[in-house]
């Protein structure tokens, strides 16, 4: 069974960081492209950033470029969201997502960002 | 970037109700479009990918179509358990993009 486990949620001050983790289990993550989405309290679903199963190649949605990095460790099946320069705009549940198409999601995890 | 626009943004059917939502790409996407059910403070949930493959495990009361840049979920036989929110994701292009959401509720 696929499982996806977000953590690191919390609370960050405007400027600062946090580091979000996905653990995954239960098929090859190694081979898996793997995609963390947001959602705003209230909104509707965003793309924040893809990584290949490498993790040589990685997109990032505008919003976020330049602030957010992807990365994973495929020794540990488990893929990470460093976020720096938090904004308020930022403050969403962030879900980590097997695969382009989002074929399984993590529970997701609550950043909220406030002075 | 590709927007998804999704029609209506909410609807109210009664049980036993045949239910479609509209998605629209701006662009020509071929199949590479994903439908989602999301309930309250849940997790979405993939039901269909591939434009119409049902996703292992959701029911065949779900199914998904595809004419040019116009995708259709239909969703028979409505039952208060369907009561969620539904997304569609293009995933050919990247940024990947979703739709609006459509909020189903049973009257």
């Known amino acids: 069974e696929v499982q996806l486990l977000d953590s690191g949620g919390g609370w960050g001050q405007p400027g600062g960081s946090l580091r979000l983790s996905c653990a995954a289990s239960g098929f090859t993550f190694s081979t898996s492209i793997m995609t963390w989405v947001r959602q705003a309290p209230g909104k509707g679903l965003e793309w924040i950033s893809t990584i290949s199963s490498s993790g040589k190649d990685s997109f990032y949605a505008d919003s976020v470029k330049g602030r957010f990095t992807v990365s994973r460790d495929n020794s540990k099946n488990t893929m990470f969201l460093q976020m720096n320069g938090l904004r308020a705009e930022d403050t969403a549940i962030y879900y980590c997502?097997?695969?382009?198409?989002?074929?399984?999601w993590g529970q997701g995890t609550l950043v909220t960002v406030s002075s | 970037d590709i927007q998804m626009t999704q029609s209506p943004s909410s609807l109210s059917a009664s049980v036993g109700d045949r239910v479609t939502i509209t998605c629209r790409a701006s662009?020509?996407?071929?199949?590479?479009l994903a439908w989602f059910q999301q309930k309250p403070g849940k997790a979405p949930k993939s039901l269909i990918y591939?434009?119409?493959n049902l996703q292992s495990g959701v029911p065949s009361k779900f199914s998904g179509s595809r004419s040019g840049t116009k995708f259709i979920l239909t969703i028979n036989s409505l039952q208060p358990e369907d009561s969620a929110t539904y997304y569609c994701?293009?995933?050919?292009?990247?940024?990947?993009?979703f739709g609006g959401g459509t909020k189903v509720e049973i009257k």
């Open positions: 997502a097997k695969d382009d198409r989002l074929d399984h």
């Open positions: 591939a434009a119409s």
């Open positions: 994701q293009q995933y050919k292009f990247y940024p990947l993009t």
């Open positions: 662009q020509g996407i071929d199949d590479f």
